[in-house]
């Protein structure tokens, strides 16, 4: 299936295949992304066919993807049809990009909404332990900006809700300082000391074993994900380098998972290793801040929105502005393309606020 005897159409292909990898980078299903893409693109009715022509994707890929679109639990307005007097469906999607980019932008911010409601439990069993070890006020200084961390993404949500049409329409930024105050109202201390029933025998180690077990339950029952998250905070949980059997004492995972959890943290450099002198243990500490940690994957998104931004005003647009043909059909594509443009700048300056907003 070649689309070099029309120009437009293979950039078309070139583009959506340039989107698609840079969202599989994301962790998005490259083919849902490249289809949806595509609909949005050319914003009529496409046939199966079409789809495949402008993705260059198999049909059972196209058919497959279609299904998952129009299906009643997608977040995207993808809807199946047809056209009087013909057999053949037809599939449409009604987004604009700016559209898309709301979905996406609150999609994000809910995918990050963990509460850690149950700290209040913990820092007034931290508070009662005395003397104030190096080792308590770490941990206690973590359950904070964790709380903190909590109450900003409360705060980003609301702010996403109420401004989000607003920034979009303009670019700008409305002030963040009221949502942010606000929503540290809303989450002040529930529990005190005085309300809270502490064991006699209570002490560090226990409260961390306690806020892992907590944390377990937030996680899926099952999957990689819950040992790496885990074995993760375990380490934060540490003011000093750990070995990897107390890493087994706090979080209670199996040898093998705080092995391959740490292999992993080593590779992509998030952990390293320490050896001590005179000592043949491993231990092995965090290589970056619980606050650069808590924004990796906005930190991520950042880099590919300006990679793709990259690309389309180096390659794609200049390619476009140079063809001829139907100039109809040119205007429509380069207008999409400003809107990404437009939009991908946005999302990056919500990323910079994000950061702003965490480490304040």
């Known amino acids: 299936m070649s689309n070099q005897s029309d120009p437009l159409l293979a950039l078309k292909n070139d583009y959506l295949n340039f989107i698609a990898q840079a969202n599989k980078s994301l962790g998005y299903n490259p083919y849902l992304k490249g289809i949806l893409f595509a609909l949005m693109l050319e914003g009529d009715l496409l046939t199966q066919e079409r789809i495949m022509k402008l993705t260059g994707y198999s049909r059972s890929m196209v058919s497959e993807i279609l299904s998952e679109l129009t299906d009643f639990s997608s977040r995207y307005p993808v809807r199946e049809t047809r056209i009087p007097g013909k057999k053949k469906k037809y599939y449409t999607c009604s987004l604009s990009f700016t559209q898309y980019t709301k979905i996406l932008a609150k999609a994000n911010l809910e995918s990050s909404e963990t509460s850690y409601d149950f700290i209040d ?3 007034p069993r931290l508070e009662a332990l005395s003397p104030r070890t190096p080792d308590v006020k770490h941990v206690i200084d973590l359950m904070e900006f964790l709380k903190s961390t909590y109450s900003s993404v409360q705060a980003l949500i609301t702010y996403v809700e109420d401004q989000l049409d607003l920034i979009l329409e303009t670019g700008g930024f409305p002030d963040f300082d009221p949502y942010i105050k606000k929503s540290q109202q809303e989450h002040v201390r529930t529990e005190q000391i005085s ?146 443009l437009y939009c991908y700048q946005i999302l990056e300056d919500f990323i910079t606020l994000m950061f702003q907003s965490f480490n304040k």
Do not use: C, W
């Open 195 to 340: 309300e809270i029933n502490i064991p006699e025998s209570d002490n560090i180690t226990q409260i961390k074993r306690d806020f892992i077990s907590y944390l377990l339950d937030l996680l899926p029952p099952t999957g990689k994900q819950r040992d790496l998250v885990t074995i993760y905070f375990g380490l934060y949980l540490e003011h000093e380098p750990i070995t990897q059997e107390e890493l087994r004492e706090i979080t209670g995972a199996s040898r093998t998972s705080v092995s391959e959890s740490l292999s992993l943290f080593l590779k992509i450099k998030t952990v390293k290793l320490i050896k001590k002198p005179k000592d043949r243990k491993k231990y092995y500490t965090p290589n970056i801040s619980m606050a650069d940690y808590s924004l990796t994957k906005y930190t991520n998104q950042k880099r590919v929105f300006t990679q793709i931004k990259n690309g389309i005003n180096t390659e794609i647009l200049p390619t476009l502005l140079s063809l001829s043909g139907n100039r109809k059909e040119r205007e429509k594509f380069e207008n999409f393309l400003k809107e990404n």
């Open 121 to 123: 439990k913990i820092l």
